[in-house]
T-cell receptor, first 113, second 113 residues
Framework: SQELEQSPQSLIVQEGKNLTINCTSSKTLYGLYWYKQKYGEGLIFLMMLQKGGEEKSHEKITAKLDEKKQQSSLHITASQPSHAGIYLCGADFWYNAGNMLTFGGGTRLMVKP | KAGVTQTPRYLIKTRGQQVTLSCSPISGHRSVSWYQQTPGQGLQFLFEYFSETQRNKGNFPGRFSGRQFSNSRSEMNVSTLELGDSALYLC????????????FGPGTRLTVT
């Protein structure tokens, strides 16, 4: 989606290293979601951010929402092979009455043991 | 609580045929959304059903249709299949109100030959 740009598109890191994935929106963000997907499988919900400045953590994954920059970042600390997969950000854009997530193109993460 | 289930998981069809995919949401969830995922276009929203009514629709041709039953289970139908319809079809369920936290099923892999 051009409305949500993710960077980088792919990432290879050594196990134990930290990494950051960014998601930038061309529109005002009202809700930002992070999902993880194993290849060819469904999406696993990670976190939802709603307010500017909001930060949430789950295990070694932290996500922040910068409302002014219309950007969110996902940070993984001390990466493990289990973190490998495709990370997708999704957003609610305020032009629909119901559920309609627009997704970024995804970031493919590989963690080398 | 059981997650979102989709059937079948894999399907091979021939051009010109039609196909019906099924999705059972998490118990208590009233909204079901459908998405198409392809390597070229990424994850794209098809439509959303809430309480048996289509509440939102993405930019797909009329060959793609859906419905929702009184028990919130949903079906998606694609008529006159084209090679480009080969994709992973994902459904997601949510309670239906804000925030739009959605939970995804494992997907149906459709191959059109």
């Amino acid at each position: 989606s051009q409305e949500l740009e993710q960077s980088p598109q792919s990432l290879i890191v050594q196990e134990g290293k930290n990494l950051t994935i960014n998601c930038t929106s061309s529109k005002t963000l009202y809700g930002l979601y992070w999902y993880k997907q194993k290849y060819g499988e469904g999406l696993i919900f990670l976190m939802m951010l709603q307010k500017g400045g909001e930060e949430k953590s789950h295990e070694k994954i932290t996500a922040k929402l910068d409302e002014k920059k219309q950007q969110s970042s996902l940070h993984i600390t001390a990466s493990q092979p289990s973190h490998a997969g495709i990370y997708l950000c999704g957003a609610d854009f305020w032009y629909n009455a119901g559920n309609m997530l627009t997704f970024g193109g995804g970031t493919r993460l590989m963690v080398k043991p | 609580k059981a997650g979102v289930t989709q059937t079948p998981r894999y399907l091979i069809k021939t051009r010109g045929q039609q196909v019906t995919l099924s999705c059972s949401p998490i118990s208590g969830h009233r909204s079901v959304s459908w998405y198409q995922q392809t390597p070229g276009q990424g994850l794209q929203f098809l439509f959303e059903y809430f309480s048996e009514t289509q509440r939102n629709k993405g930019n797909f041709p009329g060959r793609f249709s859906g419905r929702q039953f009184s028990n919130s289970r949903s079906e998606m139908n694609v008529s006159t299949l084209e090679l480009g319809d080969s994709a992973l079809y994902l459904c997601a369920s949510s309670l239906g109100g804000l925030p739009y936290e959605q939970y995804f099923g494992p997907g149906t892999r459709l191959t059109v030959t």
